[in-house]
């Protein structure tokens, strides 16, 4: 089973960027659902970006369109998040998550898992101060 890991949270001024990372092991990520979800104080857990890490499909959460971009590096077994134009409601924690790929194999039906992914990392915290 994958074991991930977040890094690259932090505090940040509005219209400022990040970079999350999240590293994999025990498994490889490639030919996977994999996705970004945070969860803000008081707030569910809700669904960013996701990839299906075979081909390369992606889907964004309207909210995020045009400010972030999801990307898997295969070789590195790290899936990234790159956040731009970040916003004071986009502080909160930042999670990844995977599961094994199946049905379409496509960013959107990654997506529509949401919460189902079956593995998850602990989170990196985002602050976005305006």
């Known amino acids: 089973q994958v074991q991930l890991v977040e890094s690259g949270g932090g505090s940040v001024q509005a219209g400022g960027s990040l970079r999350l990372s999240c590293a994999a092991s025990?498994?490889?990520?490639?030919?996977?659902?994999m996705g970004w979800f945070r969860q803000a104080p008081g707030k569910e857990r809700e669904g960013v970006a996701s990839?299906?890490?075979?081909?390369?499909?992606?889907y964004y959460a309207d909210f995020v369109k045009g400010r972030f971009t999801i990307s898997a590096d295969n070789a590195k077994n790290t899936l990234y998040l790159q956040m731009n134009s970040l916003k004071p409601e986009d502080t909160a924690i930042y999670y990844c998550?995977?599961?094994?790929?199946?049905?379409?194999?496509?960013?959107?039906?990654?997506?529509?898992?949401?919460?189902?992914?079956?593995?998850w990392g602990q989170g990196t915290q985002v602050t976005v101060s305006s």
């Open positions: 998550a995977a599961d094994l790929a199946f049905g379409s194999r496509t960013g959107a039906s990654c997506f529509s898992r949401g919460l189902n992914l079956q593995y």
């Open positions: 025990r498994d490889t990520i490639s030919s996977k659902c």
């Open positions: 990839i299906y890490t075979g081909g390369g499909s992606i």
